[in-house]
């Protein structure tokens, strides 16, 4: 049984509704004394019908491999992923009126993962594509890191990602890969289209296969010393971007600076 620890990623588990949990366990140290974060999970359990046990904190510890927990592990049923289906025949959600997909070719860091989602969740991505093998599980750790945004993606597994890339294409999906020999920047391309953005795995990047199914390889331009960001940064500057665009929304120009006038000798 998957666990889930933490007061925000426990109570953003229970508002979502996705995941069923089996019961949650308190500390019995920390529900001793008065705490309005943990009474609002608390009361999220008993409207949800979640049973609620209490065991020393040390218990927890185990349970959750850190004592990371603040007090709280919630117990998850089996998680029910969807089907690359679902998602190409869900209407979008983030309002451009055209899809925005990520698919994460071999991410397995759990806190990239974490942080992944959590800005997939931020910039309004319809969903999620992971492949079955070469990627992190959705841990306690992911969701954790993803700061409960974990238990609102939408994610879908797929055996195989080149075919899953190709059956997006084949549906109007643009797919657009970010690599660092890639051009044209991210900036100058259009997001304002179905598109689908993959990211590769942490050093390797894109595997080959997944590189040639793209349409178009962007790029980041680095000024510093080092060739590319870490992947769960590059996704959010790329996401963020995308939604920059699909808001209809110009770069803000910095205001001019206006010179007062100078007194000249003589004046």
């Not at 933490?6 to 019961?23: F, K, M, N, S, T």
């Not at 209490?54 to 491999?65: G, S, V, W």
């Not at 989602?117 to 093998?133: F, M, Q």
């Not at 992190?136 to 890191?145: I, N």
Request: positive net charge.
């Amino acid at each position: 049984m998957d666990v889930l620890y933490g007061l925000h990623p426990v109570e953003e588990a229970l508002r979502a509704g996705v995941r069923q949990i089996d019961h949650v366990s308190v500390a019995r140290e920390r529900e001793a004394r008065r705490d309005p974060r943990l009474d609002a999970v608390l009361e999220l359990c008993r409207q949800a019908k979640v049973r609620i046990s209490t065991e020393p904190r040390d218990q927890l510890t185990k349970h959750a491999k850190t004592d990371q927990h603040q007090g709280v592990v919630a117990f998850l049923k089996e998680r029910k992923f969807l089907a690359l289906e679902d998602l190409l025949e869900a209407e979008p959600v983030n309002g451009s009126g055209n899809f925005f997909f990520l698919a994460l070719d071999g991410v397995e860091d759990p806190h990239n993962l974490g942080a992944l989602l959590r800005s997939a969740d931020g910039a309004g991505i319809d969903g999620v594509v992971l492949p079955e093998r070469r990627s992190a599980p959705l841990t306690g750790t992911v969701a954790k890191s993803a700061a409960g945004a974990s238990e609102h993606a939408r994610i879908a597994k797929v055996t195989n990602m080149t075919r899953a890339l190709e059956a997006m294409k084949k549906r109007n999906v643009w797919v657009v890969g970010l690599d660092e020999r890639g051009t044209p920047d991210y900036t100058d391309f259009d997001f304002n289209q179905n598109i689908c953005l993959v990211l590769g795995s942490e050093g390797a990047g894109l595997h080959d296969l997944v590189k040639k199914t793209c349409d178009h390889l962007l790029r980041i331009p680095m000024a510093g010393s080092v060739s590319s960001l870490n992947v769960s940064v590059a996704g959010a500057v790329v996401m963020y971007e995308a939604m920059r665009q699909r808001r209809g929304e110009a770069p803000k120009q910095a205001p001019r600076k206006v010179e007062k006038p100078r007194k000249g000798l003589g004046s």
